[in-house]
């Protein structure tokens, strides 16, 4: 089956078809396909060990299916390819961040390192999470929620085109998801896409992927 997360109009810049992985010689997905556009979300659901986050780690790379193919603007994907790697960001359980540094020194570094070091970028991406406060605690003093928000905050520092994230509300409370809500939609309705892993249905629509737990 296709989701429908592919508009009539766009042809999908992302698009994978009869993907399989096994961990461990175990099957754990099986016959995946979709299509994404500019502009549509996909939320991937499915209970604990279903293979959410394996699926992510096809997405972004980091692991390599045993069968099916993975197209990206109609050009079959590789491990490594440059323009790909150029064109997503992956958030995935683990933040990312450095606890020894500030959320200013985490965001700053990751905004040299996605070569956007426009003024303000930081400072505007602190602020849209509501870390202003926090600005320049250490991260080991933050809590889980205030962490993923940092995590978060490097979503905006630098335009990608194909959001990958493994559960980003699983720790926020209900501000924080509004402001995550806003931050989703504004990328979307910049022509972004996102897959997004998550237990909870995100009030931003788009299509949904059901994964069941292999036996
Ligand atoms: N490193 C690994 N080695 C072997 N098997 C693994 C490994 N990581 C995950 N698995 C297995 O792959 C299956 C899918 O795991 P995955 O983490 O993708 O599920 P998930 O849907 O993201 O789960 P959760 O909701 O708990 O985060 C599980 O059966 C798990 O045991």
Known sequence: MLLP?????????????GLGLSRAARPVLRGIDLAL??????????????????????????????EGTLHWHGRPLRAGDP?????????????????????TENLRFAARMAGSDAAGAVANALAAQALERLAHTPVRALSQGQRRRVA???LSLARRALWLLDEPVAALDADACARFDAQLDAHLAAGGMAVIATHQLLRNGGAVLRLEAAT
């Open 5 to 17: 997360a592919a508009r009539p109009d766009h042809a999908p810049a992302l698009s994978v078809e």
């Open 37 to 66: 556009s500019p502009g549509c979300l996909l939320q991937v659901l499915g209970a604990n060990g279903s293979g959410k986050t394996s699926l992510l780690r096809v997405l972004c790379g980091l692991a390599v299916p045993d």
């Open 83 to 103: 323009a790909y790697l150029q064109a997503l960001a992956y958030v995935g359980h683990a933040n990312g961040i450095d606890p020894d540094l500030s959320p």
């Open 152 to 154: 978060l905050a490097r």
